[in-house]
């Protein structure tokens, strides 16, 4: 019931009920309020609608299942049976619509039969034959009506393959016992459950989406991504990456890169050794990675260099310098280890060296647009324990 609603009845029942007099301004002065509250709601909803649904789930399990008893289904001593292949047949339909609606990839069909001690007709004198037969009878029809679904995969079957695994009935049977008896009937059984997975993935919507990464750093099994987000809708994303250098792609459906940053620092901080252009050792860990998924590409800042001095002489601000108070005062990691990371590499003959770019501003921006076949976002992090930020735009 509406909040205008409630105050019309209590307005209403103050005003029969004689307590107080209430003026014409100082009702519609309520109604006003309710009116005004209710406006107010409208709008915060529209605006969240706006901002897009999904910003935390990104994938959604989803189960389906269906099950029948065919026990009737089946003539009196016959393992085949018309009326059991046209129900399988009337759930294909909502298989097809749920690997469709969920991303179904894999459906497990339980087939189970059982035996009563009931003698069996002939041909199948071997207690649990004939209702192995049936059972295998449920599912040559399934691979009749799924032949794709089997072929790659999706139906996997769990059923009896031996007599041994049928289940037989304990109530006694002698000649001349009532075959329809209720409890035999129970224990001549057919039935199938069919159960299926799926997981579908629910995307970002760009406009309004903010993200933030603390201290992560990737490693070389997931290709040293940090992120990995479907994206949906056209705008901009922006990478912050502060002085640590990350690197932000969009991919299309088939893996293609279609928009990429190269490896960049952004902000403030991003020459944070006076002497050097950039810092030694976060190119020499992104030329140990040369050529691999995280570190491929045009947009990539290459450095060409013949030997250490050559090298030497492309990031030092002084390409004079002989001695560097940065290596011995101010972090020796970043810049000694560095270096003598990079002097190694030249000894072993490299002579090309992965680079990054310095922003002084707090992002950089990349177009994002799903209608040209954009479907998600990736950012690798090779070095350190970086923290970033993403924000996406419209």
Request: hydrophobic share 30%.
């Amino acid at each position: 019931m509406s909040s205008f609603f409630l105050s019309y009845i209590y307005i209403k029942r103050k005003i029969m009920k004689n307590l107080f007099e209430i003026s014409s301004e100082e009702k519609n002065r309520i109604l006003g309020l309710h009116e005004s509250a209710t406006k107010n709601q409208y709008l915060i909803s529209e605006q969240n609608k706006l901002r897009g649904p999904g910003v935390k789930d990104v994938t959604d399990t989803t189960t389906t299942s269906y099950s029948k008893d065919i026990s009737d289904f089946f003539p009196s001593g016959q393992y085949e049976s018309e009326k059991v292949k046209n129900l399988i047949s009337s759930v294909k339909p909502k298989i097809e619509e749920f690997i469709k609606k969920n991303g179904g990839k894999k459906f497990i069909v339980n087939i189970d039969a059982g035996e009563s001690q009931v003698t069996n007709p002939k041909g199948f004198e071997t207690k649990g034959s004939l209702a192995l037969a049936r059972a295998n009878s449920v599912k040559q029809y399934f691979e009749e009506i799924f032949p794709d679904l089997i072929k790659n995969g999706t139906f996997v079957f769990k059923i009896p393959t031996d007599v041994s695994q049928v289940k037989i009935g304990e109530t006694p049977y002698k000649r001349g016992d009532d075959k329809n008896d209720e409890r035999y009937r129970a224990e001549q059984f057919v039935k199938f459950i069919i159960r299926g997975l799926g997981k579908i993935t629910k995307t970002k919507q760009i406009c309004n989406w903010d993200f933030k990464k603390i201290k992560g750093q990737g490693d070389s099994n997931t290709d040293y991504k940090t992120t990995e987000e479907f994206v949906s809708g056209k705008g901009n994303l922006s990478l912050g990456s502060g002085r640590i250098p990350d690197r932000m792609v969009v991919v299309d459906n088939k893996g293609t890169i279609t928009q990429d940053t190269g490896y960049v620092a952004t902000g403030a901080e991003t020459r944070p050794y006076s002497e050097f252009k950039l810092v030694p050792l976060y190119i020499a860990n992104l030329t140990k990675l040369n050529g691999s998924k995280s570190v491929s590409g045009n947009n990539l800042i290459k450095i060409k260099a013949n030997n250490y001095a050559d090298l030497l002489s492309k990031i030092l601000v002084n390409p004079k310098s002989t001695t560097y108070k940065d290596q011995a005062t101010i972090n020796f990691t970043e810049v000694g280890d560095g270096l003598s990371a990079l002097k190694d590499l030249c000894n072993n003959g490299v002579k090309e060296f992965i680079g990054y770019t310095i922003v002084n501003q707090d992002t950089v921006t990349i177009p994002f647009d799903t209608s040209k076949g954009d479907t998600k976002v990736i950012v690798y992090s090779p070095i350190g324990k970086t923290s970033y930020s993403i924000k996406g735009s419209c």
